[in-house]
């Protein structure tokens, strides 16, 4: 092609007619701008192709990350509430045989601890990526606030408890304890000091506003992934 050109320049030239040789070049150069423009846009289209797959893929990713976040969420959520629950039991309670064929399992409830590691590799990768590759600002801002913020939330508040489980609940244990089964029964020698105005008894205070501390911070979590899940859902679509 480029040859073609030369030889039209020359032959043009050849002959003396410089005006229309001016015009020829300055038709190739708009012909070659052309090209360009056209090359460009092309290379265009090629990277929105390319993103828009990145995105896609991306997204359904961390759609599935979400899914198991979400449900190891509720099921902290649910032991945190069984805790609450038991808590008050025990504290409303009075001394009598009828707790004391309860109170064993209310403590398992209690005196336990869950942990929670949110999935982040498919965020960690649309980060390194660049945030701009999710089209949705919406949808970026909620990654953001739930990954950088809320899940970094839940993941302080569980961590608290089970702090809380080794420094008061573990003594606790080994003093006190008959039996003790992870999550299910806890068997006292008296649970008399857990009945009056007692050390073990403040434990139980603080351990039921630890806990409903978590259960608001899961919650905001929940409601976040949720949102994010469904604006994933419209996107993919």
Known sequence: MIKFFRKIRQNILSKGKMGKYFKYAI?????????????????NLNENRKNSAFEKEI???IQENLKNDIKALTEVEMNFNAA??????????EVSQNIEDSIHVWLGAIIQF???????NAYEVLKSNGFDKVSNKQLRFLLGRYYDDEALRVI???SDIEMAFNDHWIPILFEETIEFEFKKSVKLKDYSILLKPSKERNILKLSRDN??????????GLETSKTIQNLIEKEIK
């Open 211 to 220: 806990y409903s501390s978590g259960i608001n911070k899961i919650k905001r």
């Open 156 to 158: 302080k508040a569980t």
């Open 114 to 120: 869950d942990r929670f590691q949110p999935l982040t």
């Open 27 to 43: 038709g190739e150069i708009i012909l070659v701008v052309i090209g360009i423009l056209i090359a460009l846009q092309l290379n």
């Open 59 to 61: 997204l359904i990713q």
């Open 84 to 93: 609450i629950t038991s808590t008050n039991k025990i504290l409303n309670e």
